[in-house]
């Protein structure tokens, strides 16, 4: 990876700041559209969405939007399969990942905050097929996430009754369309409540949790670290259980990277956005990390009923039980009802945003019919056909609700996994292609110094490594179809689709270079051998990657509005302040 060193200063002063308008009628859209170059990220147009997001709730949908079913019931089954110690490691390995790849996320959704995302950013700086192919990937993805969410709610619910479930889910089904279909503050207002709800109850159990553990609990002992200390524990399944347990994790950790799809909807996203990235790692410390690790040392890994075909159960809910309390168990309940609500709120939203972002861009990657919005700026067409998938949900009556959610959750674990490589992809050649043309570091609206350069290699390396190891169980010691499957098909579909848009719909490259910094002006020292280049333009003939030398780092900047301006003066006058103390408080907080 180039260095920062190939800098050239007065390369900025030559090429100018560019800054690029969104269309303000749909002929003007359509006329710009020929002009914008290979994997142009799309500009909303003003009768498309509305930044409606405010930086409370941006900043709240950071904290916990997506804590839902992954640490609420899947640590359940993490911990009847892989024990507390395989529990514990796992999601600090895969959250020390998802902490570096929001930073790398935040450094693009900073300086080009679009609908799409990622998904946007890999195909205008990796390949337009692979954007493609990862586009549609993640849109399955949410749209499944969102079913898995309503078999987790059957399951749920399934503490107080087992009669007819399936019509909660129904039920919850209704509600998400309607409130996503109202506008995007709706989404926003509910997310925001909803995710404090979350907050204030994790918060909660991890002070019951350390209450029941030094003995107030029914028994009246000290229970330490004798859970840890049991047959089989702490790592419980030898490697086979250690590794089955990322999966999971990266299920519990999903959606985090979909706040950049909130970025083309958030108010002064070269302000919020850098501040909503910096909230994960106190969420990932505090919400996760110290909340396995109480359920590790109160939840025995043998409790019944704790991970089975037909019902999971989820820890808080037992560790609240083990406190004494009925009602507080009921409660604690009713609250990873509510989050199966939140999960299932956000998710909804990610993917409809996705698949407007497919039918929006260039060249187009969906039907444009997912491309319309209603007046409030909802694309009701795209929310339609994402929220159908969640027919999934009653086939749990069929299958079982533990078993079908199981599946589910490798699915997504998976899906969300190559979503974070795609995103060390694209930042890899976004670095690369800033440096290569001459672009000074401070440019950027939003950068993670200490991430560069190894940030994205880390990225990529790590998350490779680990879908090839969490395989094992659906392999050794006996191979399970089924298993295999739920752990690898979206890989399969991922490469079919890559080379399918590839062959097809591979568009021409740029047709005018953007002028890059003279490395030799003088023409004195090594010379690029002719071979070599030869080898590359037979390597691009045959593929789409995107050369970092011509793509177009000025167009679809995010332009600082008038009230964004208006917005930070506010902000630093309440700050410098008489009060500015009881300000910076407030802002942390809120």
């Not at 892989?82 to 020390?96: D, F, K, Q, R, T």
């Amino acid at each position: 990876m180039s260095s920062s060193d190939d800098y050239d200063p007065e390369a900025d002063v030559q090429a100018g700041i560019h800054k690029s308008k969104p269309a303000s009628t749909s002929e003007h859209e359509e006329q710009e559209s020929h002009q914008q170059p290979v994997g142009a990220l799309p500009v909303p147009p003003q009768q498309g969405l509305h930044r409606a997001l405010s930086a409370r709730q941006v900043s709240m949908i950071a904290i916990a939007g997506t804590i839902g079913t992954g640490l609420f019931l899947g640590t359940g089954r993490s911990l009847a399969q892989g024990g507390p110690a395989s529990m514990l490691l796992c999601y600090s390995i895969v959250g020390s990942i998802v902490y570096i790849t929001l930073l790398l996320l935040g450094e693009m959704a900073t300086q080009y905050p679009v609908a799409g995302s990622f998904n946007a950013y890999a195909t205008r700086f990796f390949s337009p097929s692979y954007g493609f192919a990862l586009s549609w990937n993640y849109w399955f993805n949410d749209a499944v996430s969102v079913a898995s969410d309503l078999v987790a709610a059957q399951l749920v619910l399934e503490y107080w009754t087992t009669w007819h479930t399936w019509v909660v889910s129904l039920v919850f089904w209704v509600f998400l369309v309607s409130v996503n279909a109202i506008h995007v503050r709706a989404y926003g207002e509910l997310e925001y409540w909803l995710s404090s709800l979350k907050v204030a109850t994790i918060i909660v159990f991890i002070v019951i949790g350390i209450v029941v553990n030094v003995g107030g609990n029914q028994a009246h002992e000290y229970i330490g670290g004798k859970n840890w200390r049991i047959d089989g524990a702490p790592f419980v399944g030898g490697f086979g259980g250690f590794a089955r347990v990322f999966v999971t994790a990266s299920f519990a950790f999903g959606g985090t990277e979909s706040l950049g799809i909130t970025a083309g909807e958030t108010k002064n996203p070269s302000r919020n956005m850098p501040r909503v990235v910096k909230f994960v790692f106190w969420r990932i410390i505090i919400f996760y990390v110290l909340s396995i690790l109480l359920m590790g040392l109160n939840v025995p890994y043998t409790y019944p009923g704790l991970s089975n075909k037909s019902t999971t159960t989820s820890p808080f809910t037992i560790v609240f039980s083990m406190a004494g309390s009925t009602v507080a168990a009921s409660f604690m309940n009713t609250v990873i009802l509510s989050s199966v609500l939140s999960a299932g709120n956000h998710a909804l939203f990610a993917g409809t945003r996705v698949l407007y972002g497919l039918s929006v861009t260039t060249p187009r990657q969906a039907p444009k019919l997912f491309s319309r919005t209603t007046k409030n700026g909802v694309p009701l067409f795209a929310l339609l056909a994402t929220s159908s998938i969640s027919a999934l949900c009653f086939g749990s009556s069929f299958i079982g609700s533990g078993k079908l959610w199981g599946w589910l959750q490798n699915i997504v674990g998976v899906s969300n996994q190559i979503a974070w490589i795609s995103i060390g992809l694209a930042s890899w050649r976004f670095r690369r292609a800033w440096v290569r043309q001459g672009r000074g570091l401070h440019e950027l609206k939003f950068r993670a110094s200490w991430t560069w350069p190894w940030g994205p290699y880390f990225v990529v390396i790590a998350v490779f490594i680990i879908i090839i190891i969490q395989g094992w169980p659906s392999v050794i010691p006996e191979f399970s179809p089924v298993d295999f499957v739920s752990y690898y098909i979206q890989i399969f579909v991922m490469i079919f689709m890559y080379i399918v848009w590839m062959l097809i719909k591979r568009p021409p490259p740029p047709s005018t270079p953007i002028a890059l910094p003279i490395d030799n002006p003088s023409g004195s020292g090594p010379q690029e051998h002719p071979s070599v280049v030869r080898c590359t333009r037979k390597i691009f003939s045959f593929s789409d990657l995107v050369d970092i030398r011509t793509v177009d780092l000025r167009k679809d900047e995010h332009d600082e509005e008038p009230e964004d301006l208006a917005d930070d003066t506010r902000r630093q006058t309440k700050i410098n302040g008489r009060w500015g103390s009881l300000w910076r408080i407030y802002y942390s907080v809120v």
